[in-house]
């Protein structure tokens, strides 16, 4: 289920607050990264100083609401350049606690952006937990997918050798997986091993330990790893070949059918993996306050489809005009002349026609 609220995320989630207050799960959100461009918000920043000034009170409003609607085992993504990433994350220390700082969890969105001193390769996702004693351990899944050699033939296919043991130096002889696994040609390697003994007669029976070409066996045992194999592992800050920023605008175009519709989209995947990593229950609730082309929707719907999970997601995006009125007729707004042209009078329109074509059969968005 995706609900759609239209009008200013600070409106909105004041109003809601006592609805929403610790329902909210997760929330991932995209912010203006204060490049010097106006904002369109409601906000009064006569009286604020300079732009981070401003920026930073704008964002603070709305940071201290998304604190009080996470659920107490929650945690927010909070997408920034760098433009206002250091000013964001000792705001964000202050708003959620600097005990509670998960991770900037660093997206690899394409060639970056270069000047004359260096490219700028990465996004920032900065995580915070409502309170990181509640949180979930992250976990990532790996599926192995790159083995391409098959040194002993095997009739399974492809495989890379993993190891499975400490060297001799580093093996403990009290450790209780100190033991001795012996080659087919009868070379002993008595070591410290990374599974139990029972573990370790299983993978032999099942001929998952590699000991080097026949018919020496010489080499020190190593595991067998085929492709498809899944992995439990602690995520990396860094994420990859989730899309590229490139990827994501192409995409979107091809969806609605209209080209540079949305200025710099997020692409499904990236949302997508900050949730799965998260490690959190089918049925949680995800929101959005900065809900743009409505990425974040489309990236829980496809969640839902892959596992059967039954999560919703709440979007909140202003009524933000592509057009300006200029001697009475409408302007499209630099940034938003493909959108305007193609029918679209403001960036809610472009999410709800996005949310609408990723809905599954028989669900209907609701707008409020």
């Known amino acids: 289920m995706t609900n759609l609220f239209v009008g200013d995320n600070l409106d909105v989630l004041t109003s809601h607050l006592d609805e929403w207050r610790g329902k909210i799960n997760l929330i991932y959100t995209d912010p203006p990264y204060n490049t010097g461009n106006t904002f369109t918000y409601n906000d009064d920043f006569s009286q604020k100083g300079d732009r981070h000034s401003s920026w930073l009170s704008f ?12 659920s107490s085992d929650g945690c927010i993504f909070i997408a920034i350049g760098d433009d206002e990433l250091y000013r964001l994350k000792i705001l964000c220390d202050e708003v959620f606690g600097e005990e509670n700082f998960v991770n900037n969890f660093m997206w690899l969105h394409g060639k970056g952006k270069k000047d004359s001193w260096s490219r700028t390769l ?13 949180l979930k351990p992250f976990t990532e899944i790996l599926e192995t997918n790159w083995a391409v050699k098959n040194a002993d033939n095997d009739p399974r296919g492809p495989w890379f050798s993993g190891s499975i043991s ?19 040609s009868g070379i002993k390697w008595e070591r410290q091993w990374l599974c139990s003994k029972e573990e370790m007669e299983t993978l032999l029976l099942d001929n998952r330990i590699y000991f080097g070409e026949a ?46 519709i949305f200025d710099n989209p997020k692409p499904v995947g990236l949302v997508e993996h900050l949730i799965k990593i998260t490690c959190m229950a089918k049925d949680i609730t995800v929101m959005d306050f900065f809900a743009g082309s409505g990425t974040t929707a489309e990236a829980v719907e496809k969640l839902n489809r892959e596992d059967g999970g039954n999560r919703s997601c709440i979007l909140i995006q202003k009524d933000e005009k592509t057009f300006e009125v200029e001697d009475g007729k409408e302007k ?31 669900q209907t968005l609701k707008i409020f």
């Open 122 to 134: 990465t996004e920032n996702n900065l995580c915070y937990a409502k309170d990181k004693n509640n």
């Open 166 to 184: 400490f060297s001799e130096k580093r093996s403990s002889p009290t450790h209780r997986n100190f033991y001795t696994v012996t080659s087919p």
């Open 332 to 362: 499209a707004r630099r940034g938003c002349e493909a959108a305007f042209e193609a029918g679209f009078k403001s960036i809610a329109e472009i999410t709800k026609a996005r949310v609408e074509k990723i809905l599954p059969a028989g």
């Open 59 to 70: 964002i603070k409003e709305r940071l201290l609401l998304a604190r009080e609607v996470l």
């Open 215 to 260: 018919p020496e066996f010489k080499n020190v045992p190593r595991e067998k790893i085929f492709n498809g194999k899944k992995e439990e592992i602690i995520p990396k800050n860094i994420i990859e070949n989730v899309g590229s920023t490139r990827d994501a605008q192409n995409y979107l175009d091809g969806l609605l059918g209209v080209k540079g």
